[in-house]
């Protein structure tokens, strides 16, 4: 491995998380929750560690309880930032497919979980849906009430919307600039284009049904490998690294914020 090369990747990848903490910090600024950008980005770090622990990264949700609002004001807030990750890598998951990844079982697949999502999508924006939720689960009426405010009051603000979007999409260029050094490390005879199945891996590898997607993330890498006659051992060794430098990683450093004192 080439590790000089893999250096590379470590200023990019504070990028991708100081954009992930702007995108967060656009949101919460819709909502009339001002933080500085570094707080934002200590708790996006400690949402990561808790995500790591987690199925689909629901422990991201813990972010909310690192700030001094109500609860059903700014969880809205994380779950419009996934609700635009899922979309945004939907969106970059069908190009790949269309212009690289051509497979037919990868297609159906892809077509299964961008099919869920989109239900899941409907229901957690659906104010009848939501209403339902919480008259079986919660008894407070303001808690349903804050939830559907804020959450109209992002959908409807397009420019929120647009710059959140973007900011996704910036972060998801850039993660995908560091896939290609890992890849490269690893052997520079590796073909390019698997750099572009990164969107397809994150987002079956996010699909809930193992711990922060281990298994179904590496299955997906070596299935695009051997669709390009590659060796299959770095197909099972990219992905795995490259969840080291952007995920587990920052998962330590959020590790150690949470034993910091919360304020």
């Known amino acids: 491995m080439n590790l000089v090369l893999l250096s590379f990747s470590l200023p990019l990848i504070v990028l991708m998380y100081l954009m992930k903490a702007r995108k967060w910090q656009t949101l919460l600024n819709c909502i009339d929750i001002r933080i500085p ?80 999502s989109v239900v899941g999508i409907v229901i957690i924006t659906n104010e009848k849906a939501v209403t339902l939720f919480f008259r079986i689960f919660f008894k407070n009426k303001e808690h349903k009430e804050n939830y559907i405010k804020t959450m109209r009051e992002i959908t409807e603000n397009k420019r929120v919307l647009s710059k959140v979007f973007l900011l996704t999409l910036g972060y998801y260029l850039v993660n995908l600039v560091v896939y290609w050094i890992v890849i490269k490390s690893l052997s520079p005879a590796l073909n390019n284009i698997l750099t572009f199945s990164l969107p397809i891996i994150v987002v079956l590898g996010n699909f809930p049904i193992s711990i922060s997607g281990f298994g179904i993330r590496e299955f997906v890498s070596v299935t695009i490998f051997n669709l390009l006659g590659e060796n299959l051992a770095y ?29």
């Open 37 to 116: 950008i570094l707080r934002s980005l200590e708790i996006i770090l400690i949402g990561t560690f808790y995500g790591a622990l987690t199925p689909g990264r629901t422990g991201e949700v813990s972010r909310a309880f690192y700030l001094d609002s109500e609860k059903s004001r700014s969880i809205p807030t994380i779950i419009m930032d996934r609700i635009i990750d899922v979309i945004c890598l939907m969106f970059l998951s069908v190009l790949a497919i269309a212009f690289f990844f051509n497979d037919r079982n990868l297609i159906y697949l892809m077509t299964f979980i961008m099919s869920l």
């Open 235 to 263: 197909g099972f060794s990219c992905p795995v690294i490259l969840y080291f430098l952007t995920s587990l990683s920052p998962a330590l450093f959020g590790f150690l914020l949470t034993l910091k004192k919360r304020y």
